[in-house]
């Protein structure tokens, strides 16, 4: 979990003249291009084959965070989130990672379902009865999902907002698309304690004041180190791998957010490459033999990342 310093074999620079080299890209490099700008389980084919690349690592599991509303610079190295600075020393620290646009909804639908399916603001609800998804692909390819949302009355619920505000359909985007069984939506109170019985890929996402939307970037900082900490230590030392996004930035800056990687086979580092939640789908969808969706085609899988 510590930083390493990724050495050239001296073998590899004496060849690069002739025949090249790909060498780690360690604490400053690039991770592969990025921006050319209970669980349901299905059976309903084969499970898919891992994807054809061999820089892709193909986790067992991945859990991806979805925080709110704040910028890069007010994360990642400030006093109030030595939490998720922790993480983005540990892993992999993208700090050129955008958000679609403004607001929070149109993005949670990118990160899930390569487009923003024309939506423009945080409406409620949304539906999309065939339109593919993350969730559907991977049940039709034999694996699993599930999304994890705190403050959720039950599973299945399908209301815009619960518990005093503190649950939000808006940030909940498998609740929208009517290939994804009520039974993928679960409240965060059965994430499972072990962590081997997740599904394949599972989104997490925080109440409103959990998420930062509503309170301060400390709390949602303690937020991610009292729940997810002992996932994040388990993947390190395993194969699985967690990802901490945001879904857009605090209005005041260009939309650049952090993002954070972090698991077994993470190479620890900095990545100045521009990437954003479609690279993420992409990327998740390259691990797992999906074909990309929608705007996520456009985009080429994290690579170098990967050790």
């Not at 065939?130 to 049940?139: D, E, F, P």
């Not at 059965?190 to 409103?208: E, G, K, N, Q, Y």
């Not at 789908?281 to 690579?303: D, F, S, V």
Request: glycine share 10%.
């Amino acid at each position: 979990m510590l930083k390493r310093r990724i050495r050239v074999p001296l073998v590899c620079a004496m060849s690069l003249a002739i025949a090249g080299c790909q060498a780690g890209t360690g604490a400053t490099g690039e991770a592969g291009a990025g921006v050319p700008t209970g669980p349901a389980t299905a059976s309903r084919a084969p499970a898919a084959s891992p994807a054809g690349t061999a820089a892709i690592w193909r986790p067992a599991h991945v859990v991806i965070v979805v925080m709110e509303n704040k910028s890069y610079s007010s994360v990642v190295g400030d006093p109030a989130a030595p939490y998720i600075t922790l993480l983005a020393r540990r892993g992999a620290n993208f700090t050129a990672s955008f958000a679609e646009t403004h607001p929070s909804q149109p993005n949670y639908l990118a990160l899930f379902s390569g487009s923003t399916q024309g939506v423009t603001d945080d409406s409620c609800p949304q539906s999309f009865p065939a339109a593919a998804n993350l969730a559907s692909q991977l049940l039709d390819a034999g694996l699993t999902f599930a999304g994890y949302s705190e403050a959720l009355p039950r599973a299945g619920f399908m209301g815009c907002t619960a518990k005093n505000g503190r649950y939000a359909r808006k940030h909940v985007p498998w609740t929208d698309f009517g290939t994804v069984p009520a039974s993928a939506n679960q409240p965060f109170t059965a994430f499972p304690r072990d962590f081997a019985a997740l599904p394949t890929v599972s989104f997490v996402i925080p109440d409103m004041c959990g998420d930062m939307h509503d309170c301060t970037i400390s709390t949602g900082d303690d937020w991610l180190r009292d729940h997810l900490d002992a996932y994040a230590t388990w993947a390190t030392a395993g194969d699985s791998l967690l990802i901490v996004t945001f879904d857009e930035d605090d209005y005041r800056g260009d939309n650049r957010i952090p993002t954070v990687l972090v698991g077994g086979r993470v190479r620890p580092g900095t990545y100045r490459q521009r990437i954003d939640h479609y690279t993420i789908l992409r990327t998740i969808e390259e691990m797992y033999g999906l074909a990309p969706l929608g705007n996520a085609a456009k985009r080429h899988p994290l690579t170098g990342v990967w050790r």
